[in-house]
């Protein structure tokens, strides 16, 4: 037998048989699909965001058409279209009673904390820093330039009110029939993952349902708490300065900090005695809603540690602007449910792997 015969020629890296070419393609595939991911995430932020805003909104909706269950027997839409018009209702007759009000309090608002801003840098001259005024407020011009710039499409008052117009449609379409798009996500999983999807998605409704009527509560203590307090103390501008410690209620850790700084900052506009009269209310306020409000109802859905939240608020904030600041919160906790239902899946398929 000759030499050729004996040699047994074996696919070289020039074609598809060779194993080496197929591990190698199968490698720079993954690579490749992964920067297309990264490249669709950057480009796709804007609407991730609202879809995933539509997605928290659509919680509170069936949460509260949950809740009309208890006491009102009919269907499901009804009570949807009841929580939707005493929503509405509710926005309209604070606009009607406070609009007025409170857009001329804003304007002198934004005037009080520009000299408030001045007398402080003024302070600290005086003290020996160098800091001036124009530092602080090129400061804070820079922290409002770093919340992102994906949303900047959106940071006029029209794409605003668009963007928000476009989330409460999504969520309305998604609370009249939620188990259709669960079943929808559900079909283009494989059969065998079908189960575990229906068990992950029905606890994340059950913690987002609880992580927002936690926030919604504190939001309303704060508020009209603060509203009072400072009414009641003679503070200037107490209804200006408790709607917007409501609405920054929403955010936990910065928001707090930031309607800090204002009633302060308002406060002490009116006399040392009337500052400190708010810096006490801020003070109380914050007390109820950290060692009442959250611990009772937030934090026994989600027990998220404070840093942690804290963190994803910088990191959503920088990457997708204040969107990602108001939803950095859900975000995590979904993304602690989904990692805790998991590694429960893998546990008790590695134990049944082990009784067999």
């Known amino acids: 037998?000759?030499?050729?015969?004996?040699?047994?020629?074996?696919?070289?890296?020039?074609?598809?048989?060779?194993?080496?070419?197929?591990?190698?393609?199968?490698?720079?595939?993954?690579?490749f699909g992964l920067g297309i991911m990264v490249a669709l995430l950057v480009l796709l932020a804007q609407p991730i965001m609202l879809i995933l805003g539509a997605l928290v909104l659509t919680t509170m909706m069936d949460g509260g058409a949950r809740l009309l269950k208890r006491v009102l027997p009919i269907s499901r839409g009804w009570r949807l279209a009841i929580v939707l018009l005493g929503v509405v209702a509710f926005m309209g007759w604070t606009v009607y009673l406070t609009g007025s009000n409170l857009a001329a309090q804003a304007q002198a608002m934004r005037h009080i904390v520009e000299l408030q801003v001045g007398r402080i840098g003024g302070w600290a001259q005086q003290l020996g820093i160098t800091t001036t005024p124009e530092d602080l407020k090129t400061l804070g011009n820079q922290a409002l330039r770093s919340l992102g710039r994906v949303t900047q499409a959106v940071s006029t008052a029209v794409g605003a009110i668009t963007s928000m117009v476009m989330m409460l449609v999504l969520a309305i379409f998604i609370a009249i029939e939620p188990k259709l798009y669960e079943r929808g996500v559900a079909w283009m999983l494989p059969m065998e993952k079908r189960e575990n999807f229906y068990v992950i998605a029905d606890r994340m409704g059950w913690t987002l349902r609880r992580l927002m009527f936690g926030r919604l509560i504190g939001m309303l203590v704060e508020g009209i708490g603060t509203w009072l307090l400072l009414w009641a103390g003679g503070v200037p501008m107490a209804a200006l300065l408790g709607v917007l410690t409501g609405i920054f209620a929403f955010l936990p850790n910065i928001g707090s900090i930031i309607s800090g700084i204002l009633i302060i900052l308002v406060g002490f506009s009116g006399g040392t005695d009337t500052g400190l009269y708010a810096f006490g209310v801020y003070l109380a306020v914050q007390m109820v809603d950290g060692y009442l409000i959250v611990p009772m109802v937030a934090k026994r859905a989600t027990d998220l540690a404070p840093a942690l939240v804290l963190g994803a608020q910088i990191l959503f904030g920088a990457l997708f602007g204040i969107m990602g600041l108001f939803l950095a919160d859900p975000i995590v906790a979904m993304i602690k449910v989904y990692l805790e239902e998991r590694s429960k899946a893998m546990a008790g398929a590695k134990g049944r792997r082990k009784a067999a």
């Open 1 to 31: 037998m000759s030499d050729a015969q004996d040699h047994v020629e074996a696919p070289g890296p020039s074609e598809m048989r060779s194993p080496l070419v197929r591990e190698e393609l199968k490698r720079a595939g993954v690579w």
